[in-house]
């Protein structure tokens, strides 16, 4: 394992002039630091693709191509490794747990391109825009199916009901997303119960069973968990604000994909919320009769510029990153700890 | 229990006058006998598909009404019952599991109507063509991720491998029949492995999981299995067939979709196989080229009548159904052995 050199992060407040700004730095060093676990764990993946269904692997090759910060297992092995386990011979369990979650991951990304409609996937094109759209359902539907079966191979009723939970409600929390979608009315709860479901439950499971396998206390797997919820609601909070900000090469995505969908995130409610009449107007036009022309979406920028729908979504993302980092009060200082607490800097530093 | 006076069937060949043609009758008596045990589904069915998400149990509601045969999980009900199991007070793991397999395979119909674009399931309209086909990708999700709860709860670690080993091989079924798709070149053996996986795989595991909660012997199991994949081999050729047989009411869905979708299935093979240079040429037309017309699937249906096709589909069925009766040998005999065998020949009876 690589060590990192990296110094401990001002968690809250600031401006981003003078102060040394990590952003992917902190995950590629997390990463390092895991580096032997993150091997064996992307074979794992890899073995675990393979079927005597040509199409399915192929798929699969061209996800693992598609690369992906892997966050999701990382913090699998992060979580096991931050309890102590992993150390000793034979303690492998966390890199089958740490694929598991990745295929679910991947199950749940193939079936939101086909039904977002997706053309783009991390800088690519999706498997949807190559496979079309029914491979993508099924080997979807494969990759689900590995999971509960690699969960089956680690043999641990707690670790399968706290995965198998995730997954109910990642599926919630995209159905609801489905139905908020094109609506202005939308609570800001409503959002965050949302994004709750359909990022911050798997990032908190995937945290959750680390603690497990390592036979932790409670209080342990508690706060694990906690910790893997404010990480996740505060990754989903910046990728909605990139959404409105970020340059296409950077985001590795379509700017205004959600623009476009009429997907309701907290930068258009807030926009809307603070909007003017006219505003309202346009946003009532563009996102609840979803009739956009090319001209709509450089003026939403705009509006939301106005709006300061950026930093409030920012800002709200930096609560759960305080939230995140208290999580871990309860492990004692260690450069695993201090590499979890700068992963979660990394989650807003993504959208400077 | 209501008792049923059905006998013993003639199992194959013989002509269909002079013989008692019981069909659907089978089946209801099947379900009859295990009343209670399927109220008691149903209301798991019922009750674990609710969802804080309204448009999950909504959606749920649509499917239940539109009913179905509800054949898997009357396998599972009648594998345990054959073993003995679920007599004694608290022996109800067996309700639960058919639950979960009836989730299993809703999850997999919802992906399937979107693959295929279906418009009418069960002769009602498809959930895909009412609610969209973003939420039947979804609830397929969370239907399936709530089968694994069922099984987490349930508990059984050899019951999950069996159910995720089988979910797996659902999905690289229907994968490679995608495959297949527009391929007259498909040789039978690729469409025996794809029924196997899109059909045969759960009916074996839906019956395998009746005689593990029962803790019966290994014969036991690999028979219960064995009458499965044999059962569900015959369910999906006669099913194939009725698309270029049945009446669209008797069928509850669109005569001709396997046509227009360029499926490959056993009638197609053997007419094409038998059929004369210009028979053949139409096949690549309309099957491989999906250059299609209106007055295609009549013509489509002459040539398979006179090349005989269904019929030789319906032989190929019935070497499954002597396979699956004979599988049930190492039973003693009872009046439930001899409704799972009535069971069988349902299957081809409702090709007449």
Redesign the interface.
């Known amino acids: 394992m690589v060590s990192s050199s990296s110094e401990p992060y001002v968690v809250s407040g600031g401006e981003a002039a003078g102060r040394e700004v990590k952003g992917e730095d902190a995950l590629k060093a997390l990463s390092a630091y895991l580096a032997d676990d993150m091997t064996a764990c992307n074979q794992a993946i890899i073995d675990r693709m393979q079927?005597?269904?040509?199409?399915?692997p192929q798929l699969g090759a061209h996800l693992v191509a598609a690369g992906g910060k892997r966050l999701r297992p990382l913090l699998t092995l992060a979580s096991a490794r931050l309890c102590g386990y992993g150390e000793k011979e034979g303690e492998t369990r966390h890199i089958g747990l740490a694929a598991c979650v990745e295929f679910i991951h991947t199950?749940?990304l193939l079936?939101d391109d086909?039904?977002d409609e997706s053309t783009l996937r991390r800088g690519m094109a999706s498997a949807n825009a190559l496979f079309g759209?029914?491979?993508s359902?099924?080997?979807?539907?494969?990759l689900?199916?590995?999971s509960?079966?690699l969960?089956?191979a680690d043999?641990s009723?707690e670790v399968?009901?706290i995965l198998?939970?995730a997954?109910?409600t990642?599926?919630?929390g995209?159905?609801?997303q489905?139905?908020t979608q094109n609506d202005l009315s939308t609570p800001i709860e409503r959002y965050l119960e949302v994004i709750h479901g359909k990022t911050a439950a798997l990032f908190a499971a995937a945290c959750r069973v680390g603690a497990v396998v390592a036979g932790h206390n409670r209080d342990a797997e508690l706060a694990l968990e906690q910790y893997g919820t404010s990480l996740g609601m505060a990754f989903q909070l910046v990728d909605d604000a990139l959404d409105y900000a970020a340059d296409q090469q950077v985001l590795g995505k379509t700017v205004g994909d959600d623009f476009r969908e009429g997907k309701i995130t907290l930068p258009v409610l807030a926009a809307y919320e603070q909007g003017t009449e006219e505003e309202r107007q346009f946003w009532k036009r563009v996102i609840e009769d979803n009739e956009q022309t090319e001209a709509d979406l450089p003026h939403a920028l705009e509006i939301i510029a106005r709006r300061d729908a950026i930093r409030i979504t920012i800002e709200r993302a930096r609560e759960y990153v305080g939230q995140a980092v208290e999580a871990l009060a309860c492990f004692p200082e260690s450069e695993l700890k201090n590499l979890l607490r700068e992963t979660v800097l990394y989650t807003v530093e993504r959208a400077r």
């Open positions: 079927s005597s269904v040509p199409l399915i199950a749940t079936h086909v039904v759209n029914k491979a359902v099924l080997v979807g539907d494969f689900f199916a590995r509960f079966q969960m089956t043999g009723l399968m009901a198998s939970a997954s109910a990642i599926a919630e995209e159905v609801l489905m139905s």
